[in-house]
């Protein structure tokens, strides 16, 4: 179980390690990816993970999360008469970048 490691961006700056299974020894093996200083905290990456994955797996989330994402789903079935207009603007809206900010302290 390698639950006691927390998580960090790898593009933080707080030292990081990298987590295998060895299973010749079955078991896990934690690896310092960079020197780190007696007390310091190590921590692993667990992937980058919107808000929405690091809640619904892990239970938190990050303020400043750089992997933050909105999935909207859009309907263009067949039979829809706006398809094709919503079809030519589609790569327009992939392109799009967008900062969300929470007003609200959610702790």
């Given at each position: 179980?390698?639950?006691?490691?927390?998580?960090?961006?790898?593009?933080?700056?707080?030292?990081?390690?990298?987590?295998?299974?060895?299973?010749?020894?079955?078991?896990?093996?934690?690896?310092?990816?960079?020197?780190?200083?007696?007390?310091?905290?190590?921590?692993?990456?667990?992937?980058?993970?919107?808000?929405?994955?690091l809640?619904?797996?892990?239970?938190?989330?990050?303020?400043?999360?750089?992997?933050?994402?909105?999935?909207?789903?859009?309907?263009?079935?067949?039979?829809?008469?706006?398809?094709?207009?919503?079809?030519?603007?589609?790569?327009r809206?992939l392109?799009l970048?967008?900062?969300?900010?929470?007003?609200?302290?959610?702790?």
């Amino acid at each position: 179980m390698v639950d006691f490691l927390n998580h960090k961006p790898i593009s933080s700056s707080s030292s990081f390690s990298s987590v295998t299974f060895d299973h010749q020894r079955m078991s896990f093996m934690v690896t310092a990816m960079e020197d780190c200083k007696e007390g310091e905290e190590v921590s692993i990456c667990y992937g980058e993970k919107s808000n929405g994955e690091l809640l619904a797996c892990y239970g938190f989330c990050l303020e400043d999360n750089p992997h933050e994402a909105v999935t909207v789903n859009v309907g263009m079935g067949e039979e829809d008469e706006a398809r094709q207009v919503k079809l030519r603007m589609l790569p327009r809206a992939l392109t799009l970048s967008h900062s969300f900010h929470w007003d609200q302290d959610l702790r």
